[in-house]
């Protein structure tokens, strides 16, 4: 109840946050849910330039987007309503920890505080997303199998068989539980037994979906994430410094850790990771300049290069110690962690079709627990010593959401600003790029630029043009001189300009590698500039 009610209080604070980044796909489902309930994704949206079906779109399961259309019932679709809903997940995430810590740890309370106060929590906890949702259902899933395995339960083991069943239906992630409690399983009971059945429970779940979803969409939806992610990586890079990147993201979402590591790592562990990490970050300046990918900001920037060997260093040192622990004691918890944080690792950044934050998400129980236990069978930390790296922990993780809810609501703002100063009767509004822009320019019944051939900008019609967009379809600089005039342009400082989730410039972006190599930065954030043009001739996009 302590766990529950802290985590509320750290996340209410972030209700009010503009829907931001995919929140508009999970939104317009569940919309779309209160008028055909068993058809959530049955129509059409403009999300990367031409008009497609929801189901091409979005490439997660639907649970969640029910979950937000029942929500919505009572409450409406309103922002405060929605994250206020989100917690709740959220809070069975930590308790979940707490319960699985202890099986390995005196330190059950401070493993869940752990996770609580990372980085890639407090943002994931503040979204309308289906990261936190899975997890919520991954956690529990754990703990009931282990119970049952332990027990000889089968009511539990059935139990964690639905908890699979839907950790899968809020992201197609949720099917690695399958083989890590298989794995574990063997590992521990040394021969398949009745427990095998209760696994066939969510692979027929699984087969089920398929189906239905081929006969409703002609494609089996599960299925085609890997045909998409097998496309996306050809544009988002399979190449040598994929897995660096991954490694900073890793330990970017998991620098909580670091005020641990007095505690909890030797000192030849801290020289020998720290000299990895200072050759790592060393081999990725002079490879990525060789290449357009993770962009980096110029050299002059010392902060961003010590904050990337930092992030480099926490993540060999999580992934060394978790097969460290293993082989040390053969512990089948042991192996479970290990399986947990490098399966998480490996798909994040070698089969996921971009490194982003909230897919490094999933091991972030496992790594609390991992922490905990190294910090009660190496001693050497007081509870003040603890109590001061949680704080510090808090304090970085709090900002950390604070620069990403202050970067999120410059869209809703801006957005407002445009129907307030540009609305006019006879003028279409346009706009280009995406993600939380778009839910709000929409909402004013202002239009995505689309590439349809029917699709024409008339003359004086507007068009607005972030800085910083998605999917973009124009380039003022590059079209036919005539036919647009820049006329006007605004912009919003984020309030917290000393850290940023978002920022290209300087190589961060906590969605995303594709912009860069880090989860977040200090640095200097500069200002989102949206710059309005007028159609002088029309034309279309096509």
């Known amino acids: 109840m302590v766990l529950a009610a802290i985590t509320v209080t750290v996340l209410?604070?972030?209700a009010g946050k503009a829907f931001h980044i995919d929140e508009p796909l999970y939104l317009w489902s569940a919309k779309h849910i209160h008028e055909s309930p068993l058809d959530p994704y049955g129509f059409t949206k403009n999300w990367t330039g031409p008009y497609r079906p929801m189901w091409a779109i979005n490439q997660n399961p639907p649970l969640l987007p029910y979950y937000i259309a029942a929500v919505a019932l009572l409450f409406g679709f309103g922002e405060t309503a929605l994250h206020i809903?989100?917690?709740?997940?959220?809070?069975?995430?930590?308790?979940?920890?707490?319960?699985?810590?202890r099986r390995y740890t005196s330190m059950p309370f401070e493993a869940a505080l752990l996770t609580l106060i990372a980085p890639v929590f407090m943002v994931s906890g503040a979204m309308v997303m289906c990261d936190?949702?899975?997890?919520s259902f991954w956690i529990w899933?754990?703990?009931?199998?282990?119970k049952g395995i332990d027990e000889g339960r089968h009511g539990f083991l059935a139990l964690s068989a639905v908890f699979i069943s839907l950790a899968f239906l809020s992201k197609y992630f949720g099917v690695t539980l399958i083989p890590l409690l298989a794995a574990y399983t063997l590992y521990k009971k040394k021969s398949i037994g009745t427990w095998g059945l209760y696994l066939l429970i969510p692979i027929l779940t699984i087969i089920t979906y398929q189906y239905v979803t081929y006969v409703q969409y002609g494609s089996g939806l599960f299925s085609r994430t890997f045909l998409l992610t097998a496309s996306h990586k050809d544009r988002f890079t399979m190449n040598h410094l994929r897995y660096i990147a991954g490694l900073s993201f890793?330990?970017?979402?998991?620098?909580?850790a670091l005020f641990y590591a007095p505690y909890i790592w030797k000192k030849k562990e801290i020289l020998s990771s720290g000299i990895a990490a200072c050759i790592v970050t060393i081999l990725f300046c002079i490879l990525a300049p060789k290449t357009n990918l993770y962009p980096l900001p110029c050299s002059t920037n010392a902060v961003l290069y010590?904050?990337?060997?930092?992030?480099?260093?926490?993540?060999?040192?999580?992934?060394?110690?978790?097969?460290g622990e293993f082989f040390r004691d053969k512990n089948p918890l042991s192996f479970l962690l290990m399986l947990w944080i490098t399966g998480t690792f490996v798909f994040a950044t070698f089969l996921n079709w971009t490194i982003s934050a909230r897919v490094i998400l999933p091991m972030l129980p496992a790594v609390s627990i991992l922490i905990m236990t190294m910090v009660q069978t190496r001693g050497g930390s007081g509870i003040k010593q603890r109590l001061a790296a949680i704080v510090l922990g808090l304090v970085l993780s709090l900002s950390v959401s604070a620069a990403d809810t202050s970067y999120a609501n410059i869209a809703r703002d801006a957005?407002?600003?445009v129907k307030e100063r540009y609305t006019s009767p006879h003028v279409t509004i346009w706009f280009d790029g995406h993600w939380g822009f778009q839910y709000y320019m929409e909402s004013y019944g202002f239009r995505p630029l689309d590439v349809h051939p029917d699709s024409t900008l008339n003359k004086w019609d507007l068009i607005v043009v972030p800085d910083f967009r998605t999917n973009a379809l124009m380039n003022p600089e590059a079209l036919k001189p005539?036919?647009?005039n820049y006329v006007d342009k605004f912009e919003y400082q984020p309030s917290f300009r000393w850290i940023s989730t978002m920022n290209r410039k300087y190589g961060a972006n906590f969605y995303t590698s594709y912009y860069g190599p880090l989860p977040f930065t200090f640095a200097g954030v500069s200002p989102v500039e949206y710059k309005v043009y007028v159609v002088t001739e029309p034309f279309s996009l096509n």
């Open 482 to 484: 005539g036919l647009i």
């Open 250 to 256: 890793t330990g970017g979402c998991m620098a909580t």
């Open 132 to 135: 936190m949702f899975m997890l």
């Open 85 to 101: 809903s989100m917690i709740l997940p959220a809070v069975a995430v930590v308790t979940g920890t707490y319960m699985l810590a």
């Open 415 to 417: 957005a407002a600003h």
């Open 141 to 146: 899933a754990v703990n009931f199998w282990l």
């Open 12 to 14: 209410v604070p972030f």
């Open 306 to 323: 010590i904050l990337f060997a930092m992030f480099v260093f926490t993540a060999i040192e999580i992934l060394r110690h978790a097969a």
